[in-house]
T-cell receptor, first 111, second 115 residues
Framework: RKEVEQDPGPFNVPEGATVAFNCTYS??????FFWYRQDCRKEPKLLMS???SGNEDGRFTAQLNRASQYISLLIRDSKLSDSATYLC????????????FGSGTKLNVKP | DAGVTQSPTHLIKTRGQHVTLRCSPI?????VSWYQQVLGQGPQFIFQ???????GRGNFPDRFSARQFPNYSSELNVNALLLGDSALYLC??????????????FGPGTRLLVL
């Protein structure tokens, strides 16, 4: 079983739509969680950290459900510029800062 | 401030050759991690170095090796290249390694093609 699993998509949505991505992780002892965004042929860039209490940054909301071992990302009022691959990232936190990445969910926002 | 830098940006090699990839972390960051990203997949962890010591190793063969220098820059070496080594190699830096919530910042990567 993979450490982190995501629906690969693609999610094709019109501008202004609300879209949600989910991600599950296998290690219940995992310590920290992130969403990264990766544009085509570019490096991953941090979108937001995910906290147990949930957190919001503008149009983006991240939630963590430790009991069910899943992480979600909600994007409201989608923009064309949101088109990218969204990577779910988990740090199991053994004794060093190692990231496990999901395969990514591709989002296409259409005009 | 400059971000993570990597060189070269692109590289073409043939099977059996070796390659050295280089990374300079963000100023003040002491930890460097290397990841391999094959097309259509998320990055896979290869190594992490902190204060010039290897702190973690992923599930990669011994053909892969790395080191970190006193100035915290790092090299990734891959020997006896295989076609399957073709990938984007990403370097990430972070300030410390013990803080599990520490964010990692990625460089632009080196795109390696093995023919």
């Amino acid at each position: 079983r993979k450490e982190v699993e995501q629906d690969p998509g693609p999610f094709n949505v019109p501008e202004g739509a609300t879209v949600a991505f989910n991600c599950t992780y296998s290690n219940s002892a995992s310590q920290s969680f992130f969403w990264y965004r990766q544009d085509c042929r570019k490096e991953p860039k941090l979108l937001m950290s995910v906290y147990s209490s949930g957190n919001e940054d503008g149009r983006f909301t991240a939630q963590l459900n430790r009991a069910s071992q899943y992480i979600s990302l909600l994007i409201r009022d989608s923009k064309l510029s949101d088109s990218a691959t969204y990577l779910c990232v988990v740090n199991p936190g053994y004794n060093f800062n190692k990231f496990y990445f999901g395969s990514g969910t591709k989002l296409n926002v259409k005009p | 401030d400059a971000g993570v830098t990597q060189s070269p940006t692109h590289l073409i090699k043939t099977r059996g050759q070796h390659v050295t990839l280089r990374c300079s972390p963000i100023s003040g960051h002491k930890s460097v991690s290397w990841y391999q990203q094959v097309l259509g997949q998320g990055p896979q962890f290869i190594f992490q170095y902190y204060e010039k010591e290897e702190r973690g190793r992923g599930n990669f063969p011994d053909r892969f090796s790395a080191r970190q220098f006193p100035n915290y820059s790092s090299e990734l070496n891959v020997n006896a290249l295989l076609l399957g080594d073709s990938a984007l190699y990403l370097c990430a830096s972070s300030h410390r390694v013990e803080d599990v919530g520490e964010t990692q910042y990625f460089g632009p990567g080196t795109r390696l093609l093995v023919l």
